[in-house]
Nanobody, 116 residues
């Protein structure tokens, strides 16, 4: 069973930056795609960014130009660098990893709060 552990969330002012980390308990080579979702209070969970095994990435329109997803295979960790944060970026951020063979895994989430 693979475990994903997020860290790096916190309270930041508008315009600030945060780097979220997602550490996997095993090798991330097994995953076809890894990514981040977020859930704001009273709203559905939504995708933020994905990174695929071929190196391609996807970003939600709401974060394009402000967010970068990247992976460190040696550390089995995926990162989400978030800049120019806005209050609407507030929410719980979840790491997810998907393998064709094993399905999808989720982390426990990390809270990001952006104050105005």
């Amino acid at each position: 069973q693979v475990q994903l552990v997020e860290s790096g969330g916190g309270l930041v002012q508008t315009g600030g930056s945060l780097r979220l980390s997602c550490a996997a308990s095993g090798s991330i080579f097994m995953f076809n795609v890894m990514g981040w979702y977020r859930q704001a209070p009273g709203k559905q969970r939504e995708p933020v960014a994905d990174i695929f095994s071929d190196g391609n990435s996807y970003y939600a329109d709401s974060v394009k130009g402000r967010v970068t997803i990247f992976r460190d295979n040696a550390r089995n960790t995926v990162y989400l660098q978030m800049n120019s944060l806005k209050p609407e970026d507030t929410g719980v951020y979840y790491c997810t990893a998907t393998s064709t063979a094993a399905g999808r895994y989720w982390g426990q989430g990390t809270q990001v709060t952006v104050s105005s």
